[in-house]
């Protein structure tokens, strides 16, 4: 984490702690709790030190149960709710924001001491348009459901992991423009790949998205092996909705299917392209190192993928955790050889 968005975290725990500590203080006064004020500002700044907030709470319930077993129970009761409200409902929103904000306040500091190119200007703002979409697309999508139900609409689900995938491809793509490294210089000739790096990459945006589908409808759980699904390469029961277009996107078997394929075919593919760019022998280094590290990703990303779809009833939340990260690496790795393709990425080597 960079000091900057250590100190914006930071901020956010103090600016918590304070939340909690004023709704402790309108709770323990409203309930009559003598030295209300001083209990609810400790249990408030304990939140900064893991568990040191809740041993605050029993400790307070403690020694007021010892005067008065009623208050203490009230106490404990008040304070752990009102923690769950600021934790459930507050905290969420204010980590929405302080991301926000953290985009923002640099971007228009940049801008109005005139540091950015017109280029940077565009992106910056289309990254800024991005972030504040994605933070209403939050708010949507926790709208269709979590509140009684923990289950979202898996269109919300894919809408908000791609806009999530957008906002950090833009930032990195900018990042990836300001980087300074050091290159041999590079065929020209090279530049054919890049249509082949583009259309993959769209690919695997296609295939994150199918992710967050197989996700949303709990795809996963059935047909737990691979590459066939159960005895079968494509069982009875797939595709078989009418309008035939619902099973791309209603039906859940026939959705893991298309998952489980398409990735296959992306493996093969980004595979079968490094290959060819390996031998062609028109890449740079860098470009070679970039390519080396989407081949590495993608294998590790399908192995990721394979063992998700074996042991996902058994491992149901760190195996799709784990693959979900590496999917962000992969497109990270494939956006930066993209990038070693560019005109701007030619030009490091000149
Ligand atoms: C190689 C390229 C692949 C990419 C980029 C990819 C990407 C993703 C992403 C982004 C998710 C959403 C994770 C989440 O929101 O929790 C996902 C979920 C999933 N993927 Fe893949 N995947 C790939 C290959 C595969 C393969 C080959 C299989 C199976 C053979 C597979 C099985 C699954 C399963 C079962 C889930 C749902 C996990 C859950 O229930 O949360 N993936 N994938």
Redo the contacts with the bound molecule.
């Keep these: 984490m960079s000091p900057c968005v250590q100190r914006g975290y930071f901020a956010g725990q103090v600016v918590l702690a304070l939340i909690l500590s004023l709704a402790q203080i309108v709770v323990f006064t409203l309930l009559g709790i003598p030295y209300g004020v001083l209990f609810a500002v400790a249990i408030g700044f304990t939140t900064l030190v893991p568990y040191a907030s809740a041993l605050t709470i029993v400790l307070v319930s403690v020694l007021l149960a010892l005067e008065d077993p009623r208050t203490g129970l009230e106490v404990l009761a008040a304070a752990i709710s009102v923690g769950q409200v600021v934790d459930q409902v507050i905290q969420p929103r204010l980590m929405g924001r302080i991301v926000g904000l953290l985009c923002l306040v640099p971007f228009l500091w940049f801008l109005l001491r005139g540091k950015l190119s017109g280029e940077m200007k565009v992106k910056g703002l289309c990254l800024n348009i991005l972030v504040i979409t994605q933070g209403l697309m939050g708010w949507y999508m926790v709208k269709s459901g979590l509140v009684n139900v923990p289950e979202v609409s898996h269109y919300r ?1 894919a809408a908000h ?1 791609s806009l999530a995938f957008s906002v950090f491809g833009l930032a990195w793509w900018m990042l990836l423009d300001l980087d300074k490294e050091q290159d041999s210089p590079s065929d020209h000739n090279a530049v054919s790949y890049r249509p082949w790096a583009i259309g993959f990459l769209l690919l ?1 945006c296609a ?6 589908f ?3 409808m ?4 059935g047909f737990n092996t ?2 066939m699904m159960g005895d079968e390469w494509k069982p009875d029961g797939l595709f078989g909705l009418s309008p035939y277009w619902k099973n791309f996107v209603e039906d859940k078997f026939s959705v ?1 299917f298309i ?6 075919i ?2 093969l593919g980004l595979l079968g392209l490094g290959w060819k760019a390996y031998r062609s022998g028109l890449l740079s280094i860098l470009q070679t190192r970039r390519m080396k590290w989407v081949i590495g990703l ?1 294998s590790v ?2 192995l ?3 063992s ?2 074996l042991l ?1 009833v058994e491992y ?1 939340v760190s ?3 784990i ?2 990260l ?3 690496f ?2 990270a790795g494939l956006l930066g050889f993209i990038h070693s393709l560019s005109p701007k990425g030619l030009e490091i080597g000149k």
């Design positions: 689900l992991l695997l295939q994150i998205a199918y992710g967050a197989v996700s949303g709990k795809a996963g759980y691979f590459p893991q998952h489980r394929w398409m990735g296959t992306l493996i993608v990303q399908f990721l993928g394979v998700t779809i996902i149901q195996l799709p955790v693959h979900q590496v999917a962000l992969l497109f």
